[in-house]
C-alpha cells in the first residue's frame, strides 16, 4: 500500500483563489511527522509546513495551512488567496517514529498546480 | 544563514562511469540525506549519514555510497552508472542532536546518463 496519496495529478486555479491540495497517508506508527513542499521547476525542494502527529492545533504558516483529520488521515495543504508564483510541484511527505532528525521522508506523487490570471 | 548547497549544478556521465555528488549541510545541522528524483515522481530516499556514518538505507544497489565530513558535509558516489540512473539528486540536511523534525532541501544536482 502506498504510504502517501495525492490523487490529483494537475489543478489549475484562479488568480487569488484559494486552492486546496490533497493528501492522505498510512501508517501504524503513533508518532509521525507530515510536511508539504513546493518545488518550482528550478528543482529545489522548498519547505512549506509541517504538523506533528501529537500537534493539537492544524498547522498554518502565513498563506499556507494543513487541514488535519488524523482519523480519516489525511492532511490537505490549504493554500489561500493563491499567487501566480506559487504555480509549481507540491509534493506531500511523511516521517514515521519518534527519532526527530533521524528519520527517512516518504513523498507522494505531487500535484501539478499552475495559477491562472 | 546558508542553506543547503550542492555541487555540480548539472552532469553528463556515460554508462559504466562513476559520479561523485557533493553536498554542504545547512549551518547548524549534522544530519545529512540524500534523495533520487526520477522524472515525474517524487523522490526516494537513498541513505542517511550522522556523524560520520551510514544510518539508514533505502532500496538501493551497493553501486550507491557515501561518506560524511568531520564539518557534516557529504558525498554520493556512484558506480557503473546505468541508464536509469538518470535523475535530480537532493540532499538534505536535518539535525539530529537538537531533534529538529524538518529537512532542508538543496537545489539539487540533475544527472544524465547517456
Known amino acids: 500500500a502506498q504510504k502517501i496519496t495525492q490523487t490529483q495529478p494537475g489543478m489549475f486555479v484562479q488568480e487569488k483563489e484559494a486552492v486546496t491540495l490533497d493528501c492522505t497517508y498510512d501508517t501504524s506508527d503513533p508518532s509521525y511527522g507530515l510536511f508539504w513542499y513546493k518545488q518550482p521547476s528550478s528543482g529545489e525542494m522548498i519547505f512549506l509546513i509541517y504538523q506533528g502527529s501529537y500537534d493539537q492545533q492544524n498547522a498554518t504558516e502565513g498563506r499556507y495551512s494543513l487541514n488535519f483529520q488524523k482519523a480519516r488521515k489525511s492532511a490537505n495543504l490549504v493554500i489561500s488567496a493563491s499567487q501566480l508564483g506559487d504555480s509549481a510541484m507540491y509534493f506531500c511527505a511523511m516521517r514515521e517514529g519518534s527519532n526527530f532528525g533521524n528519520e527517512k521522508l516518504t513523498f507522494g506523487t505531487g500535484t501539478r498546480l499552475t495559477i491562472i490570471p | 544563514d546558508a542553506g543547503v548547497t550542492q555541487s555540480p549544478t548539472h552532469l553528463i556521465k556515460t554508462r559504466g562511469q562513476q559520479v561523485t555528488l557533493r553536498c554542504s549541510p545547512k549551518?547548524?545541522?549534522?544530519?545529512v540525506s540524500w534523495y533520487q528524483q526520477a522524472l515525474g515522481q517524487g523522490p526516494q530516499f537513498i541513505f542517511q549519514y550522522y556523524e560520520e556514518e551510514e544510518r539508514q538505507r533505502g532500496n538501493f544497489p551497493d553501486r550507491f555510497s557515501g561518506h560524511q565530513y568531520p564539518n557534516y558535509s557529504s558525498e554520493l558516489n556512484v558506480n557503473a552508472l546505468l541508464l536509469g540512473d538518470s535523475a535530480l539528486y537532493l540532499c538534505?540536511?536535518?539535525?539530529?542532536?537538537?531533534?529538529?523534525?524538518?529537512?532542508?532541501f538543496g537545489p539539487g544536482t540533475r544527472l544524465t546518463v547517456l
Open positions: 549551518s547548524g545541522h549534522d544530519t
Open positions: 538534505a540536511s536535518s539535525s539530529t542532536g537538537r531533534r529538529t523534525d524538518t529537512q532542508y
